[in-house]
């Protein structure tokens, strides 16, 4: 059964501090994202990466950064946490070829106090 | 920037109806594909239609495509309550390694027992 893990559910950070939020899939697929899902905006994509090292800017990467040292991982980064970063958080991955689906973590729900 | 734009933004029905939610875009689309989210929860998939393709069918799903129109619809048959949850459009517009899905706002879907 296919998974994709994202370390946590729920997090609660202070503003100012470095935040990481881990992402981990097992089936060996290239593509990885990070989109953020706030009401009444849908899901925005953040950054993803097609491969080990590779990252590219989504539609709304200010603030945030990634790393991609291996396959399975995809981590985001929150240099210096802010109020306006409190959202959802969903991890994705996908294969890298057209016409296939993406795969869905569960979701973090970060509020930054 | 959002691509897809479902509607209605929200759709109350009674258990054993059917539901309609349609979805429009913008450019031109490798495929679109319909994702279902409980609350709080990831993303699931639910059907992908290649730009090609017309209809599909998947169980009590059946999804259209009218690439003239830049449109699609989900018809969900004879819902249930369980069917309740949030349900999203997304186009994909991928070439080589640049990933595109986007999403778009989705259609709160409840369903009365």
């Known amino acids: 059964d296919v998974k994709v893990t994202q370390s946590s559910r729920y997090l609660v950070k202070r503003t100012g501090e470095k935040v990481f939020l881990e992402c981990v899939q097992d089936m060996d697929h290239e593509n990885m994202f990070w989109y953020r899902q706030d009401p009444g905006l849908g899901l925005r994509l953040i950054y993803f990466s097609y491969d080990v090292k590779m990252k590219e800017k989504g539609d709304i990467p200010e603030g945030y950064s990634v790393s991609r040292e291996k396959k399975e991982r995809f981590s985001l980064i929150l240099e210096s946490a802010s109020t306006n970063q409190t959202s959802m958080y969903l991890c994705?991955?996908?294969?890298?070829?057209?016409?296939?689906?993406?795969?869905f973590g569960q979701g973090t729900r970060l509020t930054v106090v | 920037s959002q691509q897809g734009e479902e509607d209605p933004q929200a759709l109350s029905i009674q258990e054993g109806e059917n539901a309609t939610m349609n979805c429009s875009y913008k450019?031109?689309?490798?495929?679109l594909q319909w994702y279902r989210q409980n609350s709080g929860r990831g993303l699931v998939h639910l059907i992908l239609i290649r730009s090609n393709e017309r209809e599909k069918h998947s169980g009590r799903l059946r999804v259209t495509l009218d690439t003239s129109k830049k449109s699609s619809s989900l018809l969900i048959t004879a819902s249930r309550a369980a069917d309740t949850a949030s349900y999203f459009c997304a186009t994909d517009q991928s070439g080589g390694s640049n990933y595109k899905l986007t999403f778009g706002k989705g259609t709160l879907l409840t369903v009365n027992p």
């Open positions: 450019t031109s689309i490798n495929n």
């Open positions: 994705a991955s996908s294969l890298l070829q057209v016409n296939t689906e993406a795969f």
